[in-house]
């Protein structure tokens, strides 16, 4: 999934975006945790309880965790360091935030949303079959 809004471009996305995917939260392995540190976006003038979890050595964004889905995890593509399946489809979020200087791919295997898809991320990993239970 690749975010467009203003928090993901700035922490993640050199080029205008930030590719985030799902994981299961009990399976996130992390060495030199020491170094990492917590930021809580504020959104609307609220404090997110999404936890952004990013090296606090060279400020990378590396992975988000909310407590409203404790389940799962929502790590940078960028920061993963074992392989990853290339996608069925990209989805683009958030592209009312998008700035004009991005360019947006269209055709197959694109899907396009201004805001939140109305599936959640793991709906789509379900509906895809690309979600062990």
């Known amino acids: 999934m690749r975010c467009y809004c203003s928090i993901c471009r700035k922490t993640g996305g050199s080029g205008?975006?930030?590719?985030?995917?799902?994981?299961?939260?009990?399976?996130l392995k992390v060495?030199?945790?020491?170094?990492?540190a917590i930021y809580n976006a504020v959104i609307d003038g609220?404090?997110?309880?999404?936890?952004?979890?990013f090296c606090k050595e060279c400020g990378s964004h590396l992975w988000a965790w909310d407590p409203r889905w404790p389940e799962l995890v929502?790590?940078?593509?960028?920061?993963?360091?074992?392989?990853?399946p290339t996608p069925p489809e990209i989805v683009h979020i958030m592209l009312a935030f998008k700035p004009d200087w991005?360019?947006?791919p269209n055709g197959p295997g694109?899907?396009?949303?201004?805001?939140?898809?109305?599936?959640?991320i793991e709906d789509w990993h379900k509906s895809k079959g690309l979600l062990e239970t």
């Open 16 to 27: 205008g975006y930030a590719i985030n995917l799902m994981g299961d939260a009990g399976s």
């Open 31 to 36: 060495m030199g945790a020491e170094t990492k």
């Open 46 to 53: 609220e404090t997110s309880p999404a936890e952004r979890h």
């Open 74 to 84: 929502h790590p940078h593509a960028s920061a993963v360091d074992s392989p990853l």
């Open 102 to 104: 991005i360019e947006v």
């Open 110 to 120: 694109h899907v396009h949303f201004q805001h939140y898809p109305d599936l959640s």
